[in-house]
């Protein structure tokens, strides 16, 4: 049985909470995938600008991280840059194609306590 491929996945890029570290941090979430067989959902990131062609998103390392059965992941310390994401959902020895890819260009952040001396 396949496992549910509709994650109707909003995943939304609620942006950008930069620290001191020049770096970002992501929050993605998604619709649940409503199917018996679902354990959990992996995320895969990639850098790079967002894909305008069939099968419209990118080529995704191997591996993604699996956060379980959740509906959000936060991504922290995250360096400045262009970056996309997917989602899948997974059961046992079974793993969903790809959501819809959302992409975000992470800016750097900007030095802090500039005076004069």
């Not at 942006?15 to 929050?27: D, K, P």
């Not at 991280?65 to 262009?82: D, H």
């Amino acid at each position: 049985m396949k496992i549910l491929l509709g994650i109707l996945l909003a995943l939304f890029v609620g942006l950008m909470t930069v620290n001191f570290a020049m770096c970002a941090t992501v929050t993605l979430e998604w619709d649940a995938v409503v199917d018996p067989a679902l354990v959990g959902y992996n995320i895969y990131q990639r850098t790079g600008a967002p894909v305008t062609v069939a099968p419209f998103h990118g080529t995704y390392t191997a591996n993604g991280i699996n956060v379980g059965n959740v509906l959000t992941w936060k991504g922290i310390g995250i360096p400045a840059g262009s970056y996309c994401w997917v989602a899948t959902s997974y059961g046992v020895g079974i793993e969903s194609e790809y959501s819809n890819e959302v992409c975000a260009a992470l800016p750097l952040a900007s030095p802090a306590n500039l005076r004069i001396k």
